[in-house]
């Protein structure tokens, strides 16, 4: 009887250990490959934005090293005109509404940047009337402006169309003209690489906030 | 002659007419563009179409369209007119048609309401307040 109960006992503790040989080493490689996508290896792209640094100047007229000032947090990033009327908007609006969830969930390591390439028209003032007709929270939201060629040369790094139509003059003397743009929004990693590219007006906005949680800190 | 045409035109605006329901207006400021949304709904069994809408609050007033591009680029074009098949909703949305507010006489407050006159090719005029608000 005694041995009957060695045996058992003995046989309890081989087969805790074959089970941590068998089990537990898979369990652990899948909890580690889980952790490696939580540091964003599962994101469809990882390039280099490769912009170079620039100074450009935010809705207060306050000059913002570009893209170094975001260097270390992950970046939300996309190009609008204030003339434009409907896609800029709802790309805004889009960018507000991520803002918004990602403060309930209290991730705070996200910025949003909204570049024209518009600049002539949209100087500080105009953009900081843009974000304040939208309540925009400037704690971590900023538009951008700059020099023309500068901003030239941004659009043709990050592969942004932005062709200017014709120019047409009201009545009152006020030159119209519209852009035929890209529609997008870029995500951007601490290091400064571009980890996915999402349409800016018309996105799924959890895709964007699940991109972001996989990012992680 | 011109009584009878006159009376005529009345006669032809007096019937059922395209309904303009939802109008919203999205925020801007005093010498900037917005624009009006709203959905057209022809209740009525006679086709129609929209060819003009005015308003007091902007420089011009125009009916656009957003479209996409090839090259994945969104632009926009001016439309003539939009036709309204009897029994139909044509929606103006946000990344489709919509009438484009270009150089705002003054700046468009949440909550505020802006009067437009739409006109139809069968139903004549039509006019309306749209609310503005956010998306």
């Known amino acids: 009887m005694l041995k009957i109960k060695l045996f058992i006992n003995n046989f309890a503790l081989n087969s805790k250990r074959i089970n941590c040989k068998v089990f537990y080493f ?11 996508n ?35 947090n992950i970046l939300l990033l996309t190009f609008i005109y204030t003339n434009c009327p409907d896609i800029c908007p709802m790309t805004t609006h889009n960018m507000q509404l991520i803002q918004e969830q990602l403060k309930k969930v209290d991730i705070t390591n996200v910025r949003f940047a909204e570049l024209s390439f518009d600049p002539l028209r ?10 304040d007709i939208r309540n925009i929270d400037y704690h971590n939201f900023t538009f951008l402006t700059g020099d023309a060629q500068v901003i030239k040369r941004i659009l043709n790094k990050m592969n942004i169309l932005a062709i200017p139509g014709d120019t047409s003059k009201t ?13 997008r929004i870029t995500l951007i990693d601490k290091g400064g690489n571009i980890r996915n590219e999402y349409r800016g007006s018309k996105t799924d906005i959890q895709q964007i906030i699940n991109d972001i949680k996989t990012l992680g800190d | 002659m011109m009584l009878f045409l006159s009376l005529l035109a009345m006669l032809n605006s007096s019937g059922p007419k395209v309904k303009i329901e939802n109008a ?64 139909s909703i044509i929606k103006f949305e946000p990344g489709g048609y919509h009438i484009m507010l270009i150089n705002l006489k ?11 006159t739409f006109y139809f090719k069968t139903g004549g005029k039509v006019k309306i307040k749209a609310v503005v608000k956010k998306e």
């Open chain 1, 171 to 183: 009545e009152s003397g006020k030159i119209v003209y519209f852009y035929t743009h890209t529609d």
């Open chain 2, 106 to 116: 003054r700046k468009l407050k949440t909550n505020s309401k802006i009067e437009f």
């Open chain 1, 122 to 131: 949209d100087t500080p003032y105009i953009l900081k009337e843009f974000g």
């Open chain 1, 38 to 72: 939580g540091c964003g290896k599962d994101l469809p792209e990882n390039r280099p934005a490769g912009i170079e640094s620039v100074n450009l100047l935010n809705q207060d007229s306050t000059v913002v090293k570009f893209p170094d000032a975001f260097k270390g």
């Open chain 2, 24 to 87: 919203w207006v999205r925020p801007a400021n005093k010498g900037m563009n917005s624009a009006l949304y709203f959905n057209l709904n022809n209740v009525t069994s006679k086709a129609d179409a929209l060819y003009k809408v005015t308003s007091k609050i902007a420089e011009l007033v125009q009916i656009h369209s957003t479209v996409k591009n090839d090259d994945g680029t969104m632009g926009m074009k001016e439309i003539r007119q939009i036709a309204v098949p009897a029994n």
């Open chain 1, 26 to 36: 898979p369990a652990l490689l899948i909890i580690i490959l889980l952790n490696l």
